[in-house]
C-alpha cells in the first residue's frame, strides 16, 4: 500500500510537470508563430505623389494570381513620353539596401518624361524568413520623422515552403548547373520557364512584362560581401556597355569608388539572362554589405544599420576584401542606399545623352551625398499608422 501511494504521488507529479512544460511550449509555440507570421505582413510603403498607380505581377502573368511569387509594381508616369526604366529590389532579400532604395524611389521620386516602374520585392517569397543558420534579425527598424518604419529582411532564396524540395543539382533552361538551392535564387533562373520552379515562373512573367511593356533599361539592385571582388561595380550586358562606361564616369565624379564588368557568359544572371531574351539595357549594381559576410560578428540591428564591424579591420588591414573599410566609421545602410539612389539617377542621366529623342527625366530623389548628411529615414514618408 505504501509503494502504490508512492507511485500514486509520483505520477501526479510527473503529471504536473508535463502540464507546465506543456504551458511553456505553448507560450514558445505562439510567440514563434507570432513572429512567422509578421513576416508574412507586406511592409507598408506610402507612395509618393509620382506614384501614378500600382499593379501586380500576376497582371501580366496570370497564373501568377494568388501564389507567393506575385509581388507588387508600381508605375511613376511623366507627363511627357519618354523611356520606361525598370527597377529591381529585392532580388535576394537579405540584401537589405535594395528594398530600402526602391521604397525609397516609390516615396520620393517624381517623372516628368517617361516612366519609372519600381518593384521593391522581386522575389517577395524570400522576404518571408529569414536564412536559416545565420541568425539575421527579421526586420530593420528605422525612426524617420514621423515614428518607426519596419522592414523585412529575408532571404535570397524563395521560401523553401513555396518551392520543395530542392533538386540535388539545379539545370536552369539555359543549361547552367547549380547546387540545389539555388533553384531557388531568383538571380541564378532567368529567362526562367513558365512550366518551371515557381522561381522560375517569377522570372519567365518578367520577361514577359519586360517585353509587353517594351521596358528600355533595366536596373537589378544588389549587395555583395566585401571579401568578393564583384563589389561596388556594376555589370552591364553587352548592349548596356557604353551605357555602363558613362554612367561610371559620371559616379566617380561624384566621389564614388566604383567598377564596371561586362556580363560574362554565366548564364542566369539578370544581366546575362534578361538582356539576352528581352531589348532592355540590362545593368546590375553591386554595393557592400558587411552582414553578409563570412567573417563578421553577431548580426544585430547595430550592424545592420551602421556597417561598423572591428573584425573586418583585420581582413582590411590584410588586403584581403576590395573594399576600403574602416569599422570607425562602417558601411552605413544610408551610404549604401545612397550609393543606389545616385546610380538610379546617373544612369538615367547618361541614357538621355546616348537617346536624347527618348530620355526619361526623373526628379526629387536623394543621392548618395544627401543620404549622407540628412540618413536615409529623412526621405522615408511619416509612418501615419
Known amino acids: 500500500m505504501t509503494r502504490l ?3 500514486w504521488i509520483f505520477f501526479e507529479d ?6 507546465i512544460l506543456l504551458v511553456i511550449s505553448s507560450i514558445i509555440g505562439i510567440v514563434s508563430a507570432a513572429d512567422f507570421l509578421e513576416m508574412h505582413k507586406p511592409d507598408l510603403i506610402y507612395p509618393g505623389p509620382g506614384v501614378t498607380s500600382v499593379g501586380r505581377l500576376s497582371d501580366w502573368a496570370p497564373d501568377l494570381a494568388g501564389t507567393p511569387g506575385d509581388t507588387d509594381i508600381y508605375y511613376l508616369k511623366g507627363s511627357q513620353p519618354g523611356a520606361r526604366y525598370l527597377v ?60 518607426t518604419r519596419r522592414f523585412r529582411t529575408g532571404s535570397r532564396y524563395l521560401n523553401a515552403v ?45 520577361i514577359g512584362f519586360i517585353h509587353e511593356y517594351e521596358v528600355d533599361i533595366l536596373l537589378d539592385l544588389h549587395e555583395a560581401v566585401p571579401e568578393h571582388y564583384v563589389v561596388n561595380c556594376m555589370v552591364g550586358h553587352d548592349r548596356a556597355m557604353e551605357l555602363v562606361a558613362l554612367t561610371l564616369m559620371g559616379l566617380q565624379m561624384q566621389g564614388l569608388d ?27 549594381a553591386e554595393t557592400t554589405n558587411i552582414i553578409q559576410g563570412s567573417f563578421r560578428g553577431k548580426p544585430t540591428q547595430e550592424l545592420l544599420h551602421t556597417g561598423k564591424d572591428p573584425f573586418y579591420d583585420i581582413l582590411a588591414s590584410s588586403g584581403k576584401i576590395f573594399v576600403d573599410y574602416d569599422s570607425q566609421r562602417g558601411i552605413s545602410l544610408s551610404e549604401r542606399v545612397g550609393r543606389h539612389m545616385s546610380t538610379v539617377m546617373e544612369l538615367s542621366r547618361s541614357y538621355a545623352y546616348f537617346v536624347p529623342d527618348n530620355a526619361i527625366v526623373i526628379e526629387n530623389v536623394p543621392e548618395l551625398a544627401d543620404l549622407m548628411e540628412n540618413g536615409i529615414e529623412y526621405y522615408l514618408q511619416p509612418n501615419e499608422g
Open 5 to 7: 501511494k508512492f507511485s
Open 88 to 147: 529591381l529590389g529585392g532580388t535576394h532579400n537579405d540584401e537589405m539596401a535594395t528594398p530600402v532604395a526602391a521604397i525609397t524611389l516609390i516615396e520620393n521620386a517624381v517623372v516628368t518624361h517617361g516612366e519609372l516602374i519600381v518593384i521593391p520585392r522581386a522575389n517577395a517569397s524570400g522576404a518571408t524568413y529569414t536564412q536559416e543558420m545565420v541568425g539575421t534579425p527579421y526586420f530593420i527598424e528605422l525612426e524617420t520623422p514621423g515614428g
Open 258 to 284: 566604383i567598377n564596371m564588368y561586362q556580363s560574362p557568359s554565366v548564364y542566369g544572371f539578370s544581366h546575362r539572362g534578361i538582356g539576352d531574351n528581352t531589348d532592355a539595357m540590362v545593368v546590375l
Open 162 to 206: 513555396d518551392q520543395f524540395p530542392d533538386p540535388d543539382v539545379f539545370t536552369n533552361v539555359s543549361g547552367a548547373s547549380y547546387p540545389g538551392p539555388e533553384s531557388r535564387n531568383l538571380n541564378r533562373v532567368h529567362p526562367g520557364r513558365n512550366e518551371g520552379h515557381l522561381i522560375e515562373q517569377v522570372s519567365h512573367a518578367m
Open 14 to 19: 510527473a503529471r504536473f510537470r508535463a502540464v
